[in-house]
């Protein structure tokens, strides 16, 4: 558990509609945990705007006491990310993508495992509870 200045960190992913509302969510249940108030939000490369999270989704988070219902889905865009300190890809395709869009913001740029994180989207419920568990243990190791 590494302390930190407040961070605010901006996962991503494809649709942010599954994996990074869940790690957003998974990221701060951890910094409430321990006791930091840095910060987590979450956006899509292509995501289309507005969407609510999966049902699966939904029902993975329940697990953790989270509730994701309120999630609306939003892109990726110029404008968001300079208030990011850390910008966490889903993976390695998500981050060559924020680098060659935005390089400006390429050296805050990282992924949140060593491996992809897989999109469960359209999955069932255990692929989505296997995903949640990856992002889980993953965020634990993110500064705080």
């Known amino acids: 558990m590494k302390q930190s200045h407040n961070l605010k960190i901006l996962f991503v992913c494809t649709g942010n509609t599954c994996r990074s509302p869940m790690a957003e969510m998974l990221y701060k249940k951890y910094?409430?945990?321990?006791?930091?108030?840095?910060?987590?939000?979450?956006?899509?490369?292509?995501?289309?705007?507005?969407?609510?999270?999966?049902?699966?989704?939904?029902?993975?988070?329940?697990?953790?006491?989270?509730?994701?219902?309120r999630h609306r889905s939003r892109?990726?865009?110029?404008?968001?990310?300079?208030?990011?300190?850390?910008?966490?890809?889903?993976?390695?395709?998500?981050?060559?993508?924020?680098?060659?869009?935005?390089?400006?913001?390429?050296?805050?740029?990282?992924?949140?495992?060593?491996?992809?994180?897989s999109d469960p989207y359209g999955g069932t419920l255990y692929t989505y509870k296997t995903t949640a568990e990856e992002i889980w243990s993953a965020v634990q190791k993110l500064p705080v």
């Open 31 to 69: 910094a409430s945990k321990c006791k930091s108030s840095s910060d987590a939000s979450s956006a899509g490369l292509y995501a289309m705007s507005g969407h609510m999270a999966s049902d699966n989704a939904i029902i993975a988070m329940d697990d953790y006491g989270i509730d994701l219902s």
């Open 75 to 117: 892109r990726v865009s110029a404008e968001m990310l300079p208030e990011f300190d850390m910008i966490v890809c889903m993976t390695k395709a998500h981050a060559e993508a924020i680098r060659s869009l935005y390089p400006e913001h390429g050296d805050k740029t990282t992924c949140l495992s060593d491996r992809d994180i």
